[in-house]
């Protein structure tokens, strides 16, 4: 169940990370995602306007993305993004609670961890086959390497402070996928609809995951 949308992690390495894009400007977006062959959407669940931004997707996207709901920080943010099609959970902490009901419902979880004491807690639960290094880009590109010393079978995704020139770094650190946020959904290109400049970020990084 849950092997194949590792794979699908590992294969595509970018997870764009919407949060609080306008919902005027939701969809436009999204196309341009689509376009230039994101597959793997996290929507934040502190976004304005959530309830909403799901159900476009739903309804228009379900076929062209992957949904993850991401900052899922309550059971009550759990339970949202069961019943709204999210294939997939980020949290940005390790939270026991949230991961004994995603183990219960069988939610893949990407959890948040920073230490090596909180990556083994994590892993003891069978729905984190793969941590989110949060936040990534306050640490060295060796730290994982340093983590997996310890801890050999430990499985990454990077986010925060991940953007067009580091993606190359990153993924030569051994992260497995890098979660992107406003480095390629920015919103301030979005407001401005400057969709010229947020398509060649977007095609930019892409082109530099796809090396790996």
């Known amino acids: 169940m849950y092997e194949e949308l590792l794979k699908t992690l590992r294969e595509e390495k970018v997870v764009a990370i919407l949060r609080d894009v306008p919902l005027e400007k939701f969809e436009k977006t999204l196309d341009i995602l689509k376009e230039e ?22 309804k228009k996207y379900s076929n062209d993305f ?18 709204n ?19 219960k419902i069988g939610m893949f979880c990407v959890c948040g961890f920073f230490t090596a004491s909180e990556a083994m807690k994590a892993k003891k639960y069978s729905c984190c086959k793969i941590l989110k290094l949060f936040p990534a880009g306050e640490v060295p590109f060796s730290y ?4 997996r010393g310890p801890i050999n079978d430990l499985e990454c995704m990077a986010v925060g402070g991940v953007n067009r020139n580091n993606v190359s770094e990153f993924l030569k650190a051994g992260f497995s996928c890098l979660g992107i946020g406003s480095s390629l959904v920015d919103n301030k290109l979005i407001k401005a609809d400057k969709f010229d400049e947020l398509r060649e970020n977007i095609i930019a990084i892409k082109k530099a995951a796809e090396i790996f």
Not at 37 to 58: C, M
């Open 85 to 103: 099609g999210s294939k997939f959970i980020l949290t940005p902490n390790l939270d026991e609670e949230i991961l004994k009901e995603a183990e």
């Open 37 to 58: 062959g994101i597959k793997i959407l996290e929507i934040t669940l502190n976004s304005k306007d959530v309830e909403k931004q799901f159900e476009i997707v739903n």
């Open 144 to 147: 994982l390497k340093s983590l």
């Open 66 to 83: 992957i949904i993850g709901a991401g900052t899922v920080v309550t059971l009550e943010g759990l339970d949202f993004a069961a019943k």
